[in-house]
């Protein structure tokens, strides 16, 4: 069959070709989008005087009708269509006839499918934003849960200083409030108008574009015609940004797998979200986790598929870009599907408070605040730092920790020492005592916990329906 297209050729391709060249098996996910900026279109068209009002109504009246048809099902895709535009632009005309192939009056394919993929991708951005405050939300809530459990915090891996787990996971939502900071941010250069730059050099016909773009939601338009269709900045900047969320997600799932193993059990994770071994019936598998920690290389290769394919085009439009839509498609459906897995993963999850305390009492993690109490003494910081180590030492050549070694060992290093260093040292006073801004003490983290809150509740989600 002679595609839409045919002209200065015939129109009739191989069926390899037409495989080859077919978009509709992914892009026909925009069908909604499509069908919007095509009744945006025509009432534009008819506003402009380039149809007739009524041949408007019958467009937008068949383009309603297929939009129905296609969500109730009695309308089926046709997978040998090459694209969703070719789809919806054919079953329209052979509906309501000629009429229907006024439609495309002011407009090409290049600047149509700019239209279908920033619409279609603003409202994902909007549902990620969604996704990404209730994760902040669980977290946070569970932080809350076990506010005053202390854990050892680590660098390198190695046991570092006492902290409370709130703040651990209080990080994470800092994390994750940025990850909506940047799809907000995103949203913005996403929700501009390419409609009406055609092909790519604009038209002849007399249109409205910023009325076109008022009609579906736009904030405005592209400035420049050639590139309203060459660009896919937005589509690498939303990539660029769920790696970024997928990152933080990865970090975050790595550490519940070593805190729900053996040799940590700080953590359990629900049965609802581990599995067992095919043959050791002791296992407790943490999959979920591992795979939203897998997929972040696929989320990652999305963004470098989509810087490629871009690298070396020149514009405007090529059919390269095509390339673009399961790259950010599959972006996109990844992280949405790590977040909805995530969410009630957190919600489910249960802390193991005296595992994280008996931790945190080896290691040796109270040695700073040692020296932070040989300093408030007299001493120097270096030399309260080298007392530190050498009481580190002893308690390694007796087999006890800083809180069981004898006070004549202590002045036998410093004779400034007395009997108060005991309560000083104590974990939960080490934690108390970090008083400073942003810091693990209790008071802290109460106000990091409010600040979280107030965050969320400023956050703005917007949605887009002008169906």
Same mark, same amino acid.
Request: with cysteine.
């Given at each position: 069959?002679?595609?839409?297209?045919?002209?200065?050729?015939? &129109?009739?391709?191989?069926?390899? @070709?037409?495989?080859? $060249?077919?978009?509709?098996?992914? =892009?026909? #996910? *925009? +069908?909604?989008?499509?069908?919007?900026?095509?009744?945006?279109?025509?009432?534009?068209?008819?506003?402009?005087?380039?149809?007739?009002?009524?041949?408007?109504?019958?467009?937008?009246?068949?383009?309603?009708?297929?939009?129905?048809?296609?969500?109730?099902?009695?309308?089926?895709?046709?997978?040998?269509?090459?694209?969703?535009?070719?789809?919806?632009?054919?079953?329209?005309?052979?509906?309501?006839?000629?009429? &229907?192939?006024?439609?495309?009056? @002011?407009?090409?394919? $290049?600047?149509?499918?700019?239209? =279908?993929? #920033? *619409? +279609?991708?603003?409202?994902?951005?909007?549902?990620?934003?969604?996704?990404?405050?209730?994760?902040?939300?669980?977290?946070?809530?569970?932080?809350?849960?076990?506010?005053?459990?202390?854990?050892?915090?680590?660098?390198?891996?190695?046991?570092?200083?006492?902290?409370?787990?709130?703040?651990?996971?209080?990080?994470?939502?800092?994390?994750?409030?940025?990850?909506?900071?940047?799809?907000?941010?995103?949203?913005?250069?996403?929700?501009?108008?390419?409609?009406?730059?055609?092909?790519?050099?604009?038209?002849?016909?007399?249109?409205?574009?910023?009325?076109?773009?008022?009609?579906?939601?736009?904030?405005?338009?592209?400035?420049?015609?050639?590139?309203?269709?060459?660009?896919?900045?937005?589509?690498?900047?939303?990539?660029?940004?769920?790696?970024?969320?997928?990152?933080?997600?990865?970090?975050?799932?790595?550490?519940?797998?070593?805190?729900?193993?053996?040799?940590?059990?700080?953590?359990?994770?629900?049965?609802?979200?581990?599995?067992?071994?095919?043959?050791?019936?002791?296992?407790?598998?943490?999959?979920?986790?591992?795979?939203?920690?897998?997929?972040?290389?696929?989320?990652?290769?999305?963004?470098?598929?989509?810087?490629?394919?871009?690298?070396?085009?020149?514009?405007?439009?090529?059919?390269?870009?095509?390339?673009?839509?399961?790259?950010?498609?599959?972006?996109?459906?990844?992280?949405?599907?790590?977040?909805?897995?995530?969410?009630?993963?957190?919600?489910?999850?249960?802390?193991?408070?005296?595992?994280?305390?008996?931790?945190?009492?080896?290691?040796?993690?109270?040695?700073?605040?040692?020296?932070?109490?040989?300093?408030?003494?007299?001493?120097?910081?270096?030399?309260?730092?080298?007392?530190?180590?050498?009481?580190?030492?002893?308690?390694?050549?007796?087999?006890?920790?800083?809180?069981?070694?004898?006070?004549?060992?202590?002045?036998?290093?410093?004779?400034?020492?007395?009997?108060?260093?005991?309560?000083?040292?104590?974990?939960?006073?080490?934690?108390?005592?970090?008083?400073?801004?942003?810091?693990?003490?209790?008071?802290?983290?109460?106000?990091?916990?409010?600040?979280?809150?107030?965050?969320?509740?400023?956050?703005?989600?917007?949605?887009?329906?002008?169906?």
């Amino acid at each position: 069959m002679a595609k839409m297209w045919a002209g200065v050729t015939e &129109g009739v391709t191989s069926k390899i @070709a037409d495989d080859f $060249n077919s978009s509709i098996s992914f =892009d026909s #996910r *925009m +069908y909604k989008e499509d069908i919007t900026g095509s009744v945006a279109h025509a009432k534009m068209l008819a506003k402009q005087g380039i149809i007739s009002s009524p041949e408007a109504e019958q467009i937008i009246s068949g383009l309603k009708d297929i939009l129905k048809d296609l969500e109730s099902g009695a309308l089926k895709i046709d997978p040998d269509c090459e694209d969703i535009h070719m789809f919806v632009e054919q079953v329209l005309t052979e509906r309501i006839g000629d009429t &229907g192939k006024k439609l495309h009056t @002011a407009r090409s394919r $290049n600047d149509q499918v700019a239209l =279908d993929l #920033r *619409m +279609y991708l603003r409202n994902e951005t909007a549902e990620l934003i969604s996704l990404t405050k209730e994760a902040v939300s669980a977290v946070c809530d569970k932080a809350e849960e076990y506010k005053t459990a202390v854990m050892p915090g680590y660098t390198h891996l190695q046991r570092a200083q006492p902290i409370l787990f709130s703040h651990q996971l209080l990080a994470y939502c800092m994390m994750f409030l940025r990850d909506i900071d940047r799809l907000r941010d995103c949203l913005k250069r996403m929700n501009i108008s390419p409609i009406g730059a055609c092909a790519l050099a604009g038209t002849t016909y007399n249109t409205d574009r910023l009325y076109e773009a008022e009609l579906l939601g736009f904030d405005g338009i592209c400035k420049n015609s050639i590139d309203a269709v060459s660009d896919r900045d937005f589509a690498i900047e939303l990539c660029s940004v769920l790696s970024i969320l997928q990152m933080h997600l990865s970090r975050f799932c790595e550490e519940l797998i070593l805190w729900s193993s053996w040799e940590f059990r700080f953590i359990s994770l629900s049965d609802s979200f581990t599995t067992g071994s095919s043959i050791m019936p002791q296992k407790k598998n943490p999959d979920m986790a591992e795979l939203i920690r897998g997929k972040t290389g696929r989320v990652y290769g999305s963004l470098t598929t989509l810087l490629t394919v871009l690298k070396g085009l020149p514009l405007a439009y090529n059919k390269d870009m095509q390339e673009d839509k399961e790259a950010v498609f599959d972006c996109v459906d990844s992280v949405k599907a790590c977040l909805t897995v995530f969410i009630p993963m957190i919600k489910e999850m249960k802390a193991n408070p005296e595992n994280m305390l008996k931790a945190a009492k080896t290691g040796f993690i109270n040695a700073t605040d040692l020296a932070d109490y040989l300093v408030r003494k007299g001493l120097p910081f270096r030399s309260a730092y080298k007392i530190a180590g050498q009481a580190v030492a002893k308690c390694t050549e007796k087999g006890c920790v800083l809180d069981d070694l004898p006070l004549e060992d202590y002045k036998s290093l410093c004779e400034l020492v007395d009997d108060d260093v005991y309560a000083d040292i104590d974990l939960m006073t080490c934690v108390k005592k970090r008083i400073s801004e942003g810091g693990t003490g209790p008071e802290s983290v109460d106000k990091q916990i409010d600040n979280v809150r107030a965050e969320l509740k400023n956050i703005k989600e917007n949605r887009y329906d002008f169906t």
